[in-house]
């Protein structure tokens, strides 16, 4: 950044720096000398700068270029002339940086005895986005200008330059493909200079696209990268609207609401991107140019591929269903040493985000003082963390990679079933290991999938506890399944691989945790359970979602299945531990009452009917299942 200081380096406070200084010191000082004007008008005038259409007078048959200079006559000392040799300086260091910036051809600022005004030479533009009205509906276009400007915006603000004034008037077209440029950093700010007072700082961009937080003035104290990020955020709606842009944050608003106007539901990614640009709170935006633009990167890469958006998509890290089309692809490519290495990233990529995301959730860092103390919005965290903890189960399963399975299970129990809670990273993400576990189980039932079928609900049945009785904020066994059922129903990424289990959420929960009382019930002692079948004796087991009324339909549905498909019964058997049908209908048979009672006794302890459940055992789905002969056939 040295050599950027050196070019801007006079002080503004004062006259400007005597002797001329010019792209090419070759040329006559003169505009006029060189540059011949193209037309009694200029082009332009806005403010205090006129643009002229010039040809250059050495080049005659060449291109034309634009000329700027100063459209009256200002001393040295007035703050027009100032800003203007301000402008010419910055555009000038930052000339050739990036090609979204407009470069400078040549420039010239008099000396003291001069007769002439400051001026620059710039390639002439096709016309600028605020005339470009055949981009309105037009998303990825709109999105690939977002992406070139903030590019430009980010090598900007590395070089101290913010710019302050973005808007559609500012982003100009050049060539017959109409890229895009930044041009006019006539009110820039400059971070190393600490003179914006007075007159200059109360000079700010347009009304309709500059951050409310400059609007009582740019003090030095409010302005930063953030106030380009909001005027590129109404820069963006504006063209892609065909129209002026929002008042302030109303871009929600059903007036404002491209997706509905376009009818195109692609246009929530635009939405999306705004939600972190467009805000009354600075520290609410994108922290960087460079985090806006890797999401509009992100955003272009999703509308491309067809991906629908979902709520949060562009808050921070990547979603859940965005990880998933990335390690998709990733191990698509991938084979050999390399598939197994791209398995493991996809894995602790996994953890990394959910660490990340409750550490920095974590109020005031104080991680062990709410060790058992979950509040009501880590609900939503945990969903979240879940969401992103299933990601590699669900490319595992879908892919029939086993190693990466086996891989997500491993660490998933470590999450799960830690030692000993001690600080509240643990106890979420032992919540979320939780709930992605019966998301990956219910999506293996769906796919016969029986290994890692066998594999959680075993380690359910065995280790109860963390699976049944999670806090989530709220805490007891009924509000942890209801809170399990709500994830298998609002998760995107379940929703999108298997829409059977997000739409009927209590089935998929039931199927889960009733092989797992099965698992528990056949694995218990046959002394014990000849106890258990006692009416005097009290049955005090975990608090399975199977064994509530909500959850209650796996007891028709798994015979069902089990019955109407030979590979499903032997697939069960195998998940339940029996080496076949009819040992495993032997053991069920052999479990049925003291089933029917532990039931019955919950359908007491809720106050609920349990009429139904004097026909348990007597007919339908489960005695056929675990009748000898009604199996044999």
Known sequence: MAEFDEVIAPDLGTAPVSGPQNADRAVPVSARERWEAMGERPLAQRGQGAVWRVRDREDPRGEHHALKEMRYRKGPASLAYRRFVREINVMTALSGTHPGIVPVKAHGIPADADEWEPFYVMPLAEASLERARDLAGSLEPVLKIGIRIAEALEVAHDNGVIHRDVKPGNVLLFGDDRQPALADFGICHLEDDDRLTGTDAQTVGSRDYVAPELLGGGLRETVSVRVDIYSLGKTLYAVAAGRDPFPREAHREEEWDLANRFRDPRFEHLHGLLDRMVTLDPNSRFATMRECREAMERALENVQNGRPYHAGMYGGDRVAMERYYAGLNVLQRSSGREKGDAQVAVVDESERIVVDTIVRTTPGGKDADYARGLQPGDRELALTCANHLLVPAVLGITLGLDELVEEWWGGLKHLALPEEFQTRREVLLAEAAAAAAYGAAAIAWRRRRWEILREIVSVIAHHKHPFIYMDVGEGH????????????????????????????????????????????????????????????????????????????????ALPRAALKSPAVGRGVAQVLGASSAPELHVALKRITPVLRRWMAQFASRLNRDSFWLSEFGKSGPWIQWTDSETYAR
Do not use: C
């Open 477 to 556: 066994s009924r509000k942890s399944a209801a809170w399990v059922s709500a994830f298998l129903a609002q998760s995107e990424l379940i929703r999108h691989v298997e829409p059977d289990v997000s739409a009927d959420p209590d089935g998929a929960l039931g199927i889960v945790s009733g092989l797992a009382v099965l698992v528990d019930l056949i694995e218990t002692p046959e002394k014990v359970l000849e106890t258990l079948t006692d009416p005097n004796t009290r049955i005090d087991g975990a608090d399975y979602a199977a064994l509530y009324p909500d959850f209650r339909e796996w007891i028709d």
